[in-house]
């Protein structure tokens, strides 16, 4: 990360932002940028983490506040999964799959079907707007013994954690 021009992401940002009459504050755009970088689909403890270490002092009620705020503009998705919430920072319809072990989520490469939803569709008379599948089970890292560390957050493999 540290390699590429920060600018571009910020224009395409503020671009975003602004379409959507959102003022692109410091603490938004750092949140929307740590969310879209971040390839593990990060709780707002995480992201507030992460945005501490640029901005020091915002709390983590601004981070959650803006990250709702950005999910209901469509900059941001919100995944429910039981009690806890994360945020994804593609917007476009994917699968995912949860480590039932590590507990981190994936995006899955699996395309969407869109045919399943015209097949239930003209079953029912529902119009359908889409459907979620999950998949669920053991990642590469826990099944090679790596990432079962208790409640240890999962190490960053590959994860360019540069928000420094
Ligand atoms: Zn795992
Ligand atoms: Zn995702």
New binding site residues.
């Given amino acids: 990360m540290r390699t590429r021009d920060p600018w571009p992401v910020d224009l395409v940002l503020r671009r975003d932002l602004v379409r959507r009459g959102m003022r692109l504050t410091a603490p938004r755009r750092l949140i929307l940028a740590v969310v879209r970088d971040a390839d593990r689909?990060p709780t707002a403890e995480w992201v507030h983490a992460e945005v501490r270490r640029r901005l020091p002092r915002v709390s983590l009620a601004t981070v959650y506040r803006n990250l709702r705020l950005l999910a209901r503009h469509g900059l941001l998705?919100e995944i429910h999964q039981g009690p806890s919430v994360r945020f994804?920072g593609?917007v476009d319809r994917?699968h995912?799959f949860t480590c039932s072990a590590c507990g981190r989520?994936f995006?899955l490469a699996e395309p969407v079907n869109a045919r399943l939803d015209a097949r239930v569709a003209a079953r029912t008379g529902f119009r359908v707007s889409h459907h979620r599948i999950e998949f669920y089970g053991l990642c590469a890292g826990c099944l090679a013994g790596r990432g079962r560390g208790g409640r240890r957050r999962p190490r960053l493999a590959g994860t360019r954690s540069s928000h420094t």
């Fill in positions: 689909h998705t994804d593609r994917h995912h989520i995006d």
